[in-house]
């Protein structure tokens, strides 16, 4: 099974604004950095990354899970670190329904990132990183033209699972990752921001040698290199990777959704 995102990789118009964002802003450690490119480590498994084009930026958007305990903190560390903060619909900065919690704000490319916490989710099982207090890379979203077919591919290439399945929004689970599918007719909220479809390369980690193996003899066009896999679907780049050092117990320590 899929049990985490390893890595994000993003366009940007300028590494230097990335810079200011997540390390001046949110200051997360640079793993590596060249001329054109950067990488940040967001958590021990899972890093986010930057390679600078030429070429237009359709926002993405992504959320971090971070305690529900220390929400407040993180958010007050937010709306300290200079980056944009949007209003929710309710005027309020920070949301909380039904025992879950978030705060949305942007980058310098207009990204649009979001931390969310959930009482649900068994937070003394993880380490948490940086002063974002990140636990993992909860979710992507996948802007596509039908939901129902990324949906259904999703589960039946990536054996990725959904609690109901519903045409214009659907999260599809797999471990911590939560792929959030949308119609492109369905803004973002908090903005209502347009879902365009994003070029970016999304890295899904497995701890099963053979799941990744299986897929790259299933997929046609898929391109494989010692421990990973890669291909294309609906204009998404993905990669599985085999991440051995990855502990698949902790997702149920976590109590996450959808483990049987
Ligand atoms: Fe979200």
Same mark, same amino acid.
């Given at each position: 099974m899929i049990t985490h995102y390893a890595d994000l990789e993003l366009q940007t118009v300028s590494i230097q604004g990335v810079k200011q964002a997540y390390? +001046? +802003?949110?200051?997360l450690p640079i793993l590596h950095e060249s001329s054109n490119f950067i990488r940040f480590q967001l958590t021990p498994f899972t890093t986010l990354s930057f390679k600078e084009t030429y070429e237009a930026i359709y926002p993405v958007h992504f959320a971090i899970q971070v305690p529900y305990s220390q929400f407040n903190n993180i958010s007050s560390f937010i709306r300290q670190s200079g980056l944009f903060i949007l209003k929710q619909e309710n005027g309020q900065y920070i949301d909380e329904t039904d025992g879950r919690k978030n705060l949305y704000f942007r980058d310098g490319d207009g990204n649009l990132l979001e931390i969310i916490a959930h @009482?649900?989710?068994? @937070?003394?099982q993880i380490e948490l990183s940086g002063s974002l207090k990140a636990m993992y890379l909860r979710e992507i979203g996948f802007p596509v033209k039908s939901v129902p077919i990324f949906r259904d591919w999703l589960k039946s290439t990536l054996k990725m699972k959904t609690e109901r399945d519903q045409d214009t929004f659907n999260f599809v689970i797999s471990g911590t990752v939560h792929a959030v599918v949308v119609s492109k007719e369905r803004p973002w909220i908090p903005i209502s921001m347009k879902a365009l479809p994003p070029k970016m390369l999304v890295t899904l980690g497995t701890t099963d040698i053979n799941f990744m193996n299986k897929l790259a003899n299933k997929l046609d066009n898929s391109f494989l290199e010692s421990d990973k896999v890669y291909f294309s679907k609906e204009g998404y780049n993905f990669c599985v990777k085999y991440s051995p050092d990855f502990k698949s117990s902790l997702l149920g320590e976590l109590n996450l959704p959808l483990l049987s």
């Open positions: 390390v +001046g +802003g949110l200051q @009482e649900y989710i068994k @937070e003394n």
